[in-house]
């Protein structure tokens, strides 16, 4: 594996979503939202993406443990410092040792995508 992508679910349609996975080959989309219930609207619900990814033949696995903390969600929507949130994830993914767990949740996944909320990072 080369190449980890990103997609997040603002602004998206079911139409949308599933035709950028397939112009990028994505072959498992692994949810890292600490809550994958769609609070604000259906397409965002972790059911409604599963599915989704279960018509178009793209696994699709949600894992908390790649999540942001309470904390780090929180302080981003009050401040919107995208440097900070990054370098905060970035710890965060070293104390969690992320890269040996995503190895080990994406094993015979080619192409993996990391999903979030955001439309795009800043």
């Known amino acids: 594996m080369n190449t980890i992508y990103t997609i997040g679910t603002q602004g ?72 900070a949130y990054e370098a905060g994830y970035r710890e965060l993914m070293e104390q969690r040792n992320m890269f040996w767990l995503f190895d080990e949740v994406i094993v015979g996944y080619l192409r993996p995508c990391l999903l979030c909320a955001e439309k795009a990072p800043g």
Not at 48 to 75: S, W
């Open 12 to 83: 998206m349609t079911d139409e949308k979503f599933a035709a950028t996975l397939r112009a990028h080959d994505i072959d498992v989309v692994m949810d890292i939202r600490l809550h994958s219930e769609g609070k604000w609207y259906r397409f965002a619900s972790g059911k409604h993406i599963r599915d989704l990814c279960r018509r178009n033949r793209i696994g699709y696995v949600h894992d908390t443990r790649f999540a942001p903390t309470k904390e780090m969600l929180q302080r981003w929507r009050e401040t919107h410092d995208w440097p």
